[in-house]
């Protein structure tokens, strides 16, 4: 797996708090992606990003915003948490894989958030 | 937007017995992907198709692409307990070949 890593791992919060979760790779990769994944939805994507400071609205992009000042980082961030927005949330970059060099997305471990 | 149906939901197998899972669009797809996730983990990439008609296995793992390319499916033989997790496909985004959609999932149980 490409070295994606996510912090934090765990996060129980309040109400209309403000919270950040952050992606780091270790790839070089220009494409990161924040998802969501919760039981019978699959992987929403929430926002993605193209290069430092170019992002974009994903499918579920409402009460989130990202930002991605360095191509290794990319942040998440609630801006007022909801109950809603309880979910497991994964981070990916996009490389490439196997000898024909198929645009792969490598995923990290995963936030899981619970909004209290 | 693209969107991709993905059945069944949950399947139960006996270990041992054969596994399916299927991927269905209402539109032509450039290509397919195919990820797994173990309970707890993130998704792994698999596999992708891209050929009209096109087969490739990996070890009991057989994949395909229908002739119209607008279904897949996801075939295991002789399941084990290893093959347990949620098997995903995912499309690309119409008009952005970076951006995936996935399917919602089929999550397998291998009973001993």
């Known amino acids: 797996d490409a070295g994606i890593t996510q912090s934090p791992r765990h996060k129980v919060t309040e109400t209309g708090t403000p919270v950040t979760l952050r992606c780091h790779q270790t790839?070089?990769?220009?494409?990161m992606y924040w998802y969501r994944q919760d039981p019978g939805h699959g992987l929403r994507l929430i926002h993605y990003?193209?290069?430092?400071?170019?992002?974009d609205k994903g499918e579920v992009s409402d009460g989130y915003s990202v930002s991605r000042s360095k191509t290794e980082d990319f942040l998440l961030t609630l801006e007022s948490a909801t109950s809603s927005q309880t979910s497991v949330y994964f981070c990916?970059?996009?490389?490439?894989?196997?000898?024909?060099?198929?645009?792969?997305?490598?995923f990290g471990p995963g936030t899981r958030l619970t909004v209290l | 937007g693209q969107q991709v149906m993905q059945i069944p939901q949950y399947q139960h197998v006996q270990e041992g017995e054969d596994f399916t899972t299927y991927c269905n669009s209402s539109?032509?797809?450039?290509?397919i992907q195919w990820y797994k996730q173990r309970p707890g983990g993130h998704p792994v990439f698999l596999i992708q198709?891209?050929?009209?008609?096109e087969v490739k296995k990996q070890k009991r793992l057989t994949f395909q692409f229908g002739e119209a390319k607008k279904n897949s499916s996801l075939h295991i033989t002789a399941t084990q307990t290893t093959d347990v997790g949620t098997y995903f496909c995912?499309?690309?985004?119409?008009?952005?070949?970076?951006?995936?959609?996935f399917g919602s999932g089929t999550q397998l149980t291998v009973l001993p």
């Open positions: 990916a970059s996009l490389g490439t894989s196997g000898t024909g060099g198929t645009d792969t997305q490598y």
């Open positions: 790839e070089n990769h220009r494409y």
């Open positions: 990003s193209y290069g430092v400071k170019d992002t």
């Open positions: 539109t032509t797809l450039s290509n």
């Open positions: 198709l891209v050929k009209s008609g």
């Open positions: 995912a499309v690309p985004i119409s008009g952005s070949a970076r951006q995936l959609t």
